[in-house]
């Protein structure tokens, strides 16, 4: 089994920038393709990063790309999600999620793991 803690949620005002991190316990996630999802209320949770297991292959969400840049450091075990020029319509939960395969994808249904999600607010 695999733990998966999420921190670095806050209220930022728009066009500011934090950092989330995600911190794997159970075991090692040096294998598993890691991935970032945001869930907004009355909506869908949907993709916004994710990141091979090697950290050769990343992919982003349109709305993401350019503003966001996924991480990690396999010898802490712990994932990172830096958010720049943020946006009100980024204001969510967002999830880190681990899969089994090295490979990346954009699918919730593909990851096996999930942590409890921390909120990010940002105001106009």
């Known amino acids: 089994q695999v733990q998966l803690v999420e921190s670095g949620g806050g209220l930022v005002q728009a066009g500011g920038s934090l950092r989330l991190s995600c911190a794997a316990s159970g075991r090692t996630i040096s294998t598993y393709a890691m991935g970032w999802f945001r869930q907004a209320p009355g909506k869908e949770r949907e993709f916004v990063a994710t990141?091979?297991?090697?950290?050769?292959?990343?992919d982003y969400a349109d709305s993401v790309k350019g503003r966001f840049s996924v991480s990690r450091d396999n010898t802490r075990n712990t994932v990172y999600l830096q958010m720049n020029s943020l946006k009100p319509e980024d204001t969510a939960v967002y999830y880190c999620?681990?899969?089994?395969?090295?490979?990346?994808?954009?699918?919730?249904?593909?990851?096996?793991?999930w942590g409890q999600g921390t909120q990010v607010t940002v105001s106009s």
């Open positions: 990141i091979s297991w090697s950290s050769t292959i990343t």
């Open positions: 999620a681990a899969r089994y395969h090295s490979g990346i994808s954009t699918s919730t249904t593909a990851y096996n793991y």
